[in-house]
Nanobody, 118 residues
Framework: QLQLTESGGGLVQAGDSLRLSCAAS????????MAWFRQTSGNEREFVTA????????YHAESVRGRFTISRDNTKNTVYLQMNSLKPEDTGVYYC???????????WGQGTQVTVSS
C-alpha cells in the first residue's frame, strides 16, 4: 500500500519561497500521476498542480502558473513542489496525491501547513 508523507511546510512572508516534499513508501511511485492539492480556510480542497508518470507533462492551476513548479525524482520516490513568490492567499494545508495508472485508485498524504504572512 502506497503511503505519502509531506514535509517542508512552514510560516513565511509574502514573496518568499518554499519547497514541499512528498516521500512515498510502501510502493514505488512508478507511473503514478502525482499531484498537489491545497485546502484553504473555509474552502474545499482544490487542485494546484500535477505531473505525469514520466515527468513529461505538467498541469497547473491558473492561480499558481509561473510561480509553482512540480517535479519528481522516481529514484528517490519523491515528488516536490517548488513555490516561489508566495502570496497570503496561498496559505493552506497542502496535500500530496498519487493516482495509480492501472486502476485510478488514488492515495493521499496527511498534509503540511503553509502559512504566508503579508
Amino acid at each position: 500500500q502506497l503511503q505519502l508523507t509531506e514535509s517542508g511546510g512552514g510560516l513565511v512572508q509574502a514573496g518568499d519561497s518554499l519547497r514541499l516534499s512528498c516521500a512515498a513508501s510502501g510502493s514505488t511511485l512508478g507511473t503514478h500521476v502525482m499531484a498537489w492539492f491545497r485546502q484553504t480556510s473555509g474552502n474545499e480542497r482544490e487542485f494546484v498542480t500535477a505531473i505525469s508518470g514520466n515527468g513529461a507533462n505538467r498541469y497547473h492551476a491558473e492561480s499558481v502558473r509561473g510561480r509553482f513548479t512540480i517535479s519528481r525524482d522516481n529514484t528517490k520516490n519523491t515528488v516536490y513542489l517548488q513555490m516561489n513568490s508566495l502570496k497570503p492567499e496561498d496559505t493552506g494545508v497542502y496535500y500530496c496525491n498519487a493516482v495509480r495508472s492501472r486502476d485510478f485508485v488514488d492515495f493521499w498524504g496527511q498534509g503540511t501547513q503553509v502559512t504566508v504572512s503579508s
